[in-house]
């Protein structure tokens, strides 16, 4: 019986520049169904983190309810937590991020919890600009109740039990292009290659950057019939160009043609190189990106990729102007300066 | 790549590190996950199927096994396999009822095995239950050759070697003992239907040449002589100072006797540095353990004698050179030292010998003047004659001699019925899925975090006082336990079938130890470079599936594989499976 994972890790993956190896930041072993496509990304994350030399205490997953928002157990074990209440992982991340701007905020949900029960949320969280990754685990359907179609199963998609789906489905990519979002990409879980740049792309952004990640459900919804499964995903992929992230300051090693690539420069210096392929468009055009995505769809096909990218929005806290600090991280005396500040404040309203 | 042919069994007896360094072949986790089983009669008969000496394997074994068991790449030490082996002989009943039967009608063909060492007990415990008849002949009064004149009674009980040869001589072997054979030609007159050779190499080096050896001759002793000596009881002292020449396993065995027998200033006196010694690492452990200094670079000049009898001996200091080829040389410093003893015993070296053997009968010999022997068949020249153990390269070790045997008595069989002696019979070997529900396997797939445990040994005055006893005492039950449990179980194979694969990369995110990739095909030096974890270690194979749909493989570097059955737990397709791989050596007239 091994519900435990060994405690060995190969002797020759080497910690990185901080002096973690890949086990600081793993956590528990995963309850999910075998072969789940969460488990990718909760192992992209986990690799994204550690090439990144982010250490896990400055971290805190947040996340809802459903078998996406039980990832957080599964990787980043020493980072700070909160599994909250369905749908509400934006506003409690929005709270925790008031409260100490210092942290990263990695927010894990699913298509239920975004897109059914938290979509109110999940628009005003976008609107506001919080700074935030903001990883969508979508799999089409409700794994945690027995596989019900979700609002992202698309129409005529069948999952396990046969129907196709009766309604049109939400696109929350490009909900998060319309509500103003940064950073709006698209990834497969089967396709760690793009999607490990692209959490650490995510991670490095200032303000919100949302990942909708496919992640087949193989228990309830990988069927021949489902436009989510991993058949039907690998044979209908329209990739925007392909990702490699360049941490800032260190060396270029990938040669691309002349004229082939594209360079994004994050505010870090770290640089995103993209592959340009045949339908190549501007990154920082919402409407070239909401074109593009229709165009795909047309197809048949899925776009994946990096999909709009705009680094010129404040965050929230650029937007109200808060103080530099963490408010947590405040005096006493700072936080309550007393009555003679609230009477000349008050003065002012009069 | 191509696919791996996992249909020849030699891919995954090459996963099973033990097994496949054993040169017989034992299936070592199969008898580890036995004595974790608390069945020590089922290992132990495992092992005496493989290695006929179990009891003895399990204290004196060169253990080729443990430098290439895989916990010792995964963390700092290996499983302590060979004393694994003795918890298994020690802790057995009675297993005589599980012994083969020796068939009372014999089969007509009468072999002569000369010298009564493992090689030629090997042979005898092969050949018997088909049917041979056997006469075994040997100078010593009793069977068991090196393993009994030269490994001293505190490593290796008597009563242990006397069981387990006597389980073989039990099946009605014919012994000649106390009979030196002198003449080859007068054996081959005697109508045997096959002779095998299993004399060891029983000359011990001399330096003969060195000045004052003839004066000091009665207190220099050559270290293999000296301890049959000892071991028969024709010797029961030693003077107070005695140097012991030589940085093999024999010198130590050789200093450690002598300060049982009085000796109170023995040193082991080396040329090379102590580092090149030859000994294993833990039987020199063992001798400083019981304060024995070794003196490095000491080139022996001359045997120094006063009235006719020996009273030192001389060396001239030496120091390593290394040339451009990094080829070492010893280059006297030009300093001398003198080293005052009573008794010299010389372990320098040993060389097969034989005067015995005519060399106009048909046997032919090389410029070496050593016998030209075939190194699968064991065959010589003269197609009747088969020599194996020592006897046949020079000096090796018991489990060596052991498989030998085994080899060479598959070719007598074959010989014996006018088969063709090349061509070998195939291994025995099955693959069976280990799968019982969700979580459950039919082995302990849990991965024990625990250190090597350390052999306890008896008081060390105690010990020394006593040539006889024990200085090991061996884990109890419980240490022996968890020193099992500390196997990896590679011979639980993980087993991949490509078709069954949906690519969710489960696999590959759940391996603790990042083995399993899923990337472009390619040529092997390329491969290994491009896996997540690069493949550096060249004598483990990649296992490479077909091509997925995808167009890529899976390719899983068997390196540091913990075995632990993770991947097949979390493949939603049962596209991996851990199943069991057992394979037996092939063994005459099976």
């Not at chain 2, 009968?361 to 016998?371: L, S, V």
Request: net charge negative; hydrophobic share 35%; glycine share 8%.
């Amino acid at each position: 019986m091994t519900f435990v994972r060994p405690n060995f890790r190969h002797p020759e993956n080497h910690s990185n520049e901080i002096g973690y190896s890949i086990k600081n930041y793993e956590g528990a072993l995963s309850t999910l169904c075998a072969g789940c496509g969460h488990d990718s990304i909760s192992a992209a994350i986990i690799k994204a983190c550690f090439d990144l030399n982010l250490e896990p205490h400055k971290i805190a997953k947040i996340s809802g309810i459903g078998c996406s928002s039980k990832t957080p157990t599964y990787f980043l074990g020493k980072a700070h937590g909160f599994n909250s209440v369905h749908g509400r992982m934006p506003s409690v991340t929005t709270g925790a991020n008031m409260a100490n701007r210092d942290l990263l905020y990695l927010g894990v949900s699913g298509d239920g919890d975004t897109a059914s029960i938290g979509m109110g949320q999940f628009a005003h969280v976008v609107r506001r600009n919080l700074n935030m990754v903001y990883i969508v685990m979508n799999n089409g359907c409700y794994g945690l109740t027995k596989g019900q179609d979700s609002a992202t199963a698309d129409k005529g998609s069948a999952s396990k039990k046969g129907v196709p789906s009766l309604f049109d489905s939400i696109d929350l990519c490009q909900l998060a292009l319309q509500l103003g979002a940064g950073m709006v990409a698209r990834s497969f879980s089967g396709d760690k290659q793009q999607l490990i740049p692209m959490v650490k792309a995510a991670i490095k952004h200032p303000g919100f950057a949302f990942i909708d990640v496919v992640s087949p459900c193989v228990t309830f919804n990988n069927t021949p019939q489902s436009t989510k499964g991993y058949e039907w995903v690998r044979d209908h992929l329209d990739a925007t160009g392909t990702i490699d992230f360049i941490p800032s300051q260190s060396e270029i090693t990938i040669d691309y043609p002349v004229g082939s690539s594209r360079k994004v420069t994050l505010h870090d210096g770290s640089e995103l190189y993209l592959q340009k392929n045949n339908e190549d468009y501007d990154l920082t055009s919402r409407k070239a990106a909401m074109n593009r995505i229709e165009t795909v769809k047309e197809q048949q096909k899925i776009l994946t990729g990096l999909i709009y990218h705009n680094e010129t929005e404040l965050d929230t806290h650029g937007k109200i102007a808060t103080v530099e600090k963490p408010l947590n991280a405040l005096s006493k005396q700072e936080l309550c300066p007393g009555s003679g500040v609230l009477d000349r404040l008050n003065s002012q309203l009069r | 790549m191509k696919p791996t042919d996992i249909t020849d069994p030699e891919y995954f007896h090459k996963v099973v590190d033990c097994q496949y360094a054993c040169p017989a072949h034992t299936p070592v986790p199969e008898y580890i996950r036995l004595i974790a089983a608390g069945r020590y009669n089922d290992a132990y008969m495992i092992n005496w199927q493989s290695n006929v000496f179990p009891g003895v394997l399990g204290r004196t074994c060169d253990r080729p096994c443990e430098p290439a068991c895989r916990r010792g790449r995964v963390e700092d030490e290996p499983v302590a396999i060979c004393r694994l082996k003795r918890v298994a002989a020690d802790n057995k009943t009675d297993i005589s009822d599980r012994l083969p039967e020796i068939p009372k009608k014999k089969n007509g063909k009468k072999i002569a095995l000369i010298g009564a060492g493992p090689a030629s007990l090997t042979v005898a415990r092969d050949l018997m239950p088909l049917g041979y008849d056997i006469d075994l002949y040997d100078d010593q009064s009793k069977g068991g050759g090196f393993m009994r004149s030269q490994i001293p009674s505190f490593r290796l009980p008597e009563s242990v070697l006397n069981e387990e040869v006597d389980y073989i001589l039990d099946m009605g072997v014919v012994t000649h003992f106390n009979q030196e054979v002198t003449s080859m030609k007068d054996m081959l007159a005697q109508s045997y239907d096959a002779v095998f050779v299993g004399t060891g190499a029983p000359r011990g080096r001399d330096l003969s040449n060195l000045p004052g050896r003839s004066d000091g001759d009665a207190n220099i002793h050559i270290g293999i002589d000296w301890l049959a000596s000892v071991a028969f009881e024709h010797i029961e002292k030693i003077g107070k100072k005695v140097l012991v020449l030589g940085g093999g396993n024999t010198a130590m065995d050789c200093c450690r006797t002598a300060i049982r027998l009085g000796g109170e200033d023995v040193r082991v006196v080396v040329r090379s540095p102590q580092t090149d010694m030859k000994a294993s690492p833990w039987e020199i452990e063992d001798a400083i353990h019981e304060d024995i200094p070794m003196y490095e670079n000491h080139n022996p000049k001359a045997f120094v004698t006063e009235n006719g009898k020996l009273a030192g001996m001389l060396f001239e200091l030496v120091e390593p050179v290394f040339d451009d080829q990094g080829q070492r040389s010893l280059v006297p410093t030009g300093e001398e030292v003198m080293m005052p003893c009573d008794d010299v015993l010389m372990a320098i070296g040993q060389l097969n010998s034989f005067p015995w053997i005519e060399r106009d009968i048909g046997i032919d010999f090389n410029d070496w003047d050593m016998p030209d022997v075939d190194k699968t068949t064991f065959q010589t020249s003269l197609p009747n004659v088969f020599i194996g153990g020592d006897a046949a390269w020079g000096p090796e070790n018991v489990i060596t001699a052991v498989a030998h045997g085994h080899q060479a008595a598959i070719s007598i069989h074959q010989f014996c019925h006018a088969e063709d002696t090349k061509i070998r019979p195939a291994p025995e070997f099955n693959l069976v899925s280990q799968k019982m529900g969700f979580h459950d396997w039919l082995y302990d797939a849990h991965i024990s975090d625990e250190d090597r445990h350390i052999v306890a040994m008896v008081d060390k005055q105690k010990a020394i006082s006593d040539r006889k006893m024990e200085v090991e005492k061996g884990f109890d039950l419980s240490q022996g336990y968890e020193e099992a449990m500390r196997c990896l179980n590679c011979d639980v194979q993980t087993v991949f079938e490509t078709d069954r694969c949906i690519e969710c990369d489960a696999c590959e995110d759940i391996c603790p130890v990042d083995c399993i990739n899923f990337i472009e095909n390619n040529d092997e030096d390329i491969l290994r470079d491009n896996l997540k974890v690069k493949a550096r270690n060249d004598d483990q194979d990649l296992y490479v599936s077909d091509e997925l749909k995808t167009k890529r493989v899976m390719v899983k570097d068997e390196n540091v594989c913990l075995h632990c059955g993770l991947c097949a737990e979390r493949c939603p397709t049962g596209a991996w499976d851990m199943q069991k791989f057992l394979l037996h050596e092939a063994t005459a007239g099976k």
